[in-house]
């Protein structure tokens, strides 16, 4: 099939009206390089197809007169394409240039003249110089899907050989030219539409394609196309829908996908850009599915530290707590009061949120005594990268501001960082990792090889 594995991308999308993408994936000329070699092995099992017609005439040929030809049993032996090329067509699709191509066949031959006389025998035929060039538009479907088209189809058959077995070796040379002429037109005739039938064959896989990937057991994305792709002398861009949803359940989020640019990477055979929607849609997802919270407990909190998650060490800040639950160990559960909020700048993502903590007291029969509430604002940096051949996150903490009800405290600054510092920020750090490696396994899982990223 004509670029299978990275065309495949273009089925990253849903038809819809008027969005703006949340992921744009560019495709450089080095990224169809793999679309070309797969697009020569369909193309050339598509001309060893090619059906010759048997074929009959008559030509007079002095001294002998009236000669009668047929030509039967035809059929492709082998069929090489040594030189091809791809090359971006701007606003349409691709152009596939093939030269230097050669077809092998044989068949049967049959002869006669002046009336009683008759011959037979076998051929070999060989076509040297073939070059076949097709332009392939590429767009999407209702559905999202991309749909690949071949227009502009060209094929010009060179040199034609033929070897005649059997028969009287001066018979040959009387009609070869005839029998040359007719064998080109017919071949030619026929390695447009064999051409034409390997870029249609594509569309089938390509309408069988999910454009819906399940992330986990709570949430899936979309990757449908929001428009055809963008096709300029250097690259080709997908505008892909890149929204996260919750399992079975297409809730949109109060919040739509605004217009962002993506640097262009000639340099690279794949780039991906992820918008700040994207990111926020899965956060979206998350919280209503009740998943961005966290249980903190003291088996978490280093030994070394000086802080530990008891009434003992929270008395230094909340006196009472040590009076009403004596030597007792804590719990906090942190958990998001509303959706973060991610805005992504240069090489640096910011997260927002604002989360309450509740804290209980584990009482000796495992039950929990809640003890108190606290608001928690904060903000993080967040930086994606990749190390090796893989992908990493890193989070670190600019600030935060916390309001407890209730209670007198005299200052939970210090505890509150550590563990902020020690237990949350690896987790972030963590998730940050896997949600940057999910989404873009998720989007590229179609291409074959994944060393096109």
Known sequence: MFLPHCLVLLSLITTTFSINPGVKVELTEKGLEYGRQLAIASIQQKLKSIKVPDMSGKERISPIGKVQYSLTNMHIVNAGLPKSAVDLVPGTGVRLSITNAFITMNGRWRVKYLRIIKDSGSFD?????????TSIAISSDETGRPMVSSVNCAANV??????????????YNLFRKYIEKALRGAMEKQICPLVTDAVSDLNIRLKTLNVLAKVDEYAEIEYSMVSSPTISNSAIVLNLKGEFYNIGKHQEPPFSATTFSMQSQT???????????????????????GMLSLYITD?????SSLFHLNTKSFSVFIP??????????MKLLVKTVKNPV???????????????????AIQPNATLSPLFVLNLESSV?????VSGMKLAGEITLNDFKYHLFD???KSLDNIFQMVLKVVILPKLNGEVSLFSFLTLHLLLSSIGKQECF
């Open 125 to 133: 035929l060989s076509v040297n110089g073939l070059s076949i060039s």
């Open 407 to 409: 209670l007198q405290v």
């Open 158 to 171: 060179g040199e034609v050989t033929i070897k005649f077995h059997g028969g009287a070796s001066w018979l």
């Open 299 to 303: 088996d978490m909190i280093p030994k």
């Open 267 to 289: 340099n690279n055979m794949l780039s991906v850009g992820i918008s700040a929607f994207t990111a926020n849609s899965a956060a979206f997802v998350y919280n209503a599915a």
């Open 342 to 360: 991610i805005t992504f700048e240069p090489d640096n993502a910011t997260i927002q949120a604002l989360c309450s903590v509740t804290a209980y």
């Open 381 to 385: 940096s967040a930086r994606v990268f």
């Open 320 to 329: 009472q707590l040590e009076k009403q639950f004596p030597n007792m160990t």
